[in-house]
């Protein structure tokens, strides 16, 4: 079974940059979420998506930051323009909320960004 | 303000023995609590769950208490070895607005000596 896949793994870019980050969630997966992992801030939710429907993007920094899922099989994360303290690695999670939102989330293997 | 944490940042322990990992909440009445490990360089990966209402859980050679009396939950891994070195994350679900997510603690990170 393929996993919740990422792209980049890795992304080195100037500041003032637009940023796109994918993600591909676990086919049949109707949940998914976009986090932020720092040394200071540890693992932080941005927004998720509940049946491809933004459902709480609280955690999204400023409006520098957007999400879109436009089908269930595909969501991206666009930061534009970057901005140095935006580096971080960023993880994308996907689960099934049928039988209840306590089911664990699958986790990619993030993509590392370095804004430079 | 609500607040999860985890003791102390590196936890080191010889094999075989027991390790125990805490994770302490306030403000928080959380429905589950669950832990996930994270290896360098990997995204999290589940391990348990468990509900306000069970006291204990167990899957192999790991186990998970939660007291909400407390508002504690207790981790851990017997006959430690060191492929379970690694960073251990709680995670609490709570309400937010008309949904609920999992709040992140900042995990612990143990290391396991032959």
């Known amino acids: 079974d393929a996993g919740v896949i990422q792209s980049p793994r890795h992304e080195v870019t100037e500041m003032g940059q637009e940023v796109t980050l994918r993600c591909k969630p676990i086919s049949g997966h109707n949940s998914l979420f976009w986090y932020r992992q720092t040394m200071m801030r540890g693992l932080e939710l941005l927004i998720y998506?509940?049946?491809?429907?933004?459902?709480?993007d609280s955690g999204m920094p400023e409006d520098r930051f957007s999400a879109k899922m436009p089908n269930a099989s595909f969501s991206t994360l666009k930061i534009q323009p970057s901005e140095p303290r935006d580096s971080a690695v960023y993880f994308c999670a996907s689960s099934s909320n049928l039988r209840g939102d306590n089911q664990p989330q699958h986790f990619g293997d993030g993509t590392r960004l370095s804004i430079l | 303000s609500q607040k999860i944490e985890q003791n102390s940042e590196a936890l080191n322990i010889q094999e075989g023995k027991t390790a125990t990992l805490t994770c302490n909440y306030t403000n928080y009445s959380p429905a589950y609590l669950q832990w996930y490990r994270q290896d360098p360089g990997r995204g999290p990966v589940f391990l348990l769950l468990?509900?306000?209402?069970?006291k204990e859980k167990r899957k192999e050679r790991l186990k998970v208490t939660f007291d909400t009396t407390l508002k504690q939950s207790l981790f851990h891994i017997t006959a430690s070895q060191p492929a379970d070195s690694a960073t251990y994350l709680c995670a609490l679900l709570i309400s937010s607005g008309s949904a609920r997510q999992l709040t992140f603690g900042s995990g612990t990170q143990l290391t396991v000596l032959p």
């Open positions: 998506f509940n049946n491809n429907v933004p459902i709480d």
């Open positions: 468990i509900r306000e209402n069970e």
